[in-house]
């Protein structure tokens, strides 16, 4: 229930505060005094879309704040275009608030008369009242649906490929087949660009072994002579001092490592020999492994998982036909269980239409029309996030004629009419404490505006009935009425809203009779309206 509405600074509204109570409350006014501005305010609190151009000439922002029964909720819309949401002094994103109102305020407004003319917006008026159990099958048919579009999506996909997996096929065979050719070793590109730099070189290695082999053994003058000599004379000078023995027996290691090195280099200078035949091999493997590692890998390693991703790739495409059976016959699964589940939603809507239709019948009958009748149609559709029904309400006002659709042949007093009996028959369902209407008398006769305002009056013994309305029949039946009237200050226009009691009511009831010479006929009916 909603208790306070504070608006600021939004339209010709400079600041105003209503306070409101239970039961069914009227609103009424002279035309442009701003009771629209109210509905705006409401709509805005609760996540409406937020125009800079509702801010009051002058004014850097506009703010509503409404007390609701489950909270407080702010929003204000700055003059930059910003906007700012708080739910009891929160900061919140809008959609919260737009939550917020779904379970605090049914609000139905004169475009929601015109959404009655649209077929497509008639399944959410049935699924509202199918309520909970309605809501799970709808969940549960959704879920098989996406079930039912990803198995198509993945069928659809395998066949449109056919042409791009052959060409895959053919590129993965070059593929593999040049890497399998090549018979990689790890390690093996290093080493063949070791041995081919040796046998390159293989003239100065030899010059350059051959004659360290000369320096240390073969020159008149080379170094394992010198070496053997100066370990001589250490050795002979160690008997006179023997700190100089550790010299001497460096000496003696040197001497031994120098003839282990003498070995090594006669072994290697042998072994040096020129050949262009095996250069040439070891050239051409490099050129092969060179282009291998450019095209699939910086190394041997990366060739040889490259190899083995394309061949895991190919063993998969073998498999396409037997994965196309599977994906045929996962498709058809999934549409058995998409039908199914949408089966079990249209005889959950089945069940709520016959229901629902009766009662919205009923209450068209209490709002003065005894010989309507009202049908939910409900036929076969092709499947989509709703399900596989589609929803038309059907209409029949007089004895005698045959129910067409609703928005073929209703006039704007019954449309009126038919879409308080369908809010009445849906009240309650979400839970939801709070109805406003907004000129929901529109069209309508003294007659049917008496039997809208006794509907209302019915509504407020269970909800908070908001209405805003120019009848007096309505205004007269409420148990609180507030005038919105439009006043000059200091130059300029403001709106505000004032509660009526005692006369006051009494006059603003005949002007709605008289228009604004109130005469005493006009009182006197006023009083009437309202049981004096």
Partial sequence: MITELTVENLAIIERTQVRFDAGFTVLSGETGAGKSLLIDAIQLVLGGRADTDLIRTGAQRLSVTGIFSAGEVTREVLATGRSQARIDGKPVAVGALREFGRMAVDLCGQHDHQSLLNPELHLGYLDSYAGAPGLAALSDYQAALAHFREAERRLNELRKGVRDREQRIDLLDYQILEIESAAIVPGEFDEHEQRLTRLKHAERLAEAAFGALEALTEAEVNA????????????????????????????????????????????????????????????????????????????????????????????????????????????????????????????????????????????????????????????????????????????????????????????????????????????????????????????????????????????????????????????????HHFRIEKTEQLGRVTTQVRRLEGTEREHEIARLISGDRVTEVALASARELLGL
């Fill in 224 to 479: 394992i002579e010198l070496v053997g000599q100066a370990q001589k004379l250490t050795d002979s000078a160690v008997r006179f001092d023997d700190s100089i023995e550790p010299i001497a027996t460096a000496l003696a290691s040197a001497q031994s490592a120098l003839s282990d090195v003498t070995y090594q280099l006669r072994d290697y200078a042998e072994s040096l020999e020129a050949d262009p035949k095996e250069a040439d091999e070891r050239q051409a493997r490099l050129d092969v492994l060179k282009r291998l590692r450019r095209k699939y890998g910086a190394d041997e390693n990366e060739v040889l998982a490259f190899l083995a991703t394309a061949q895991r790739d190919r063993a998969l495409i073998d498999d396409a036909d037997a994965t196309e059976d599977q994906l045929v016959a996962l498709l058809e699964t999934a549409r058995q269980s998409m039908q199914k589940a949408g089966s079990v939603l249209t005889a959950i809507r089945r069940e709520a239409g016959t229901a629902f239709a009766e009662e919205t019948a009923r209450h068209l009958r209490d709002l003065a029309m005894d010989r309507a009748r009202f049908s939910v149609a409900i036929r076969s559709a092709e499947p989509t996030d709703t399900g596989l029904d589609q929803i038309e309400f059907f209409f029949s006002a007089n004895l005698g004629e045959d129910e067409r659709p609703l928005a073929k042949i209703a006039s704007g007093g019954e449309i009126s009419r038919v879409m308080l009996a369908i809010k009445t028959a849906l009240a309650g369902r979400g839970g939801v404490p709070t109805l406003i209407f907004d000129e929901v008398d529109a069209g309508l006769s003294g007659r049917a505006s008496m039997a809208v305002a006794r509907k209302l009056v019915e509504l407020g013994q269970s909800y908070q009935v908001l209405v805003i309305s120019h009848s007096p029949q309505i205004a007269g039946m409420a148990d």
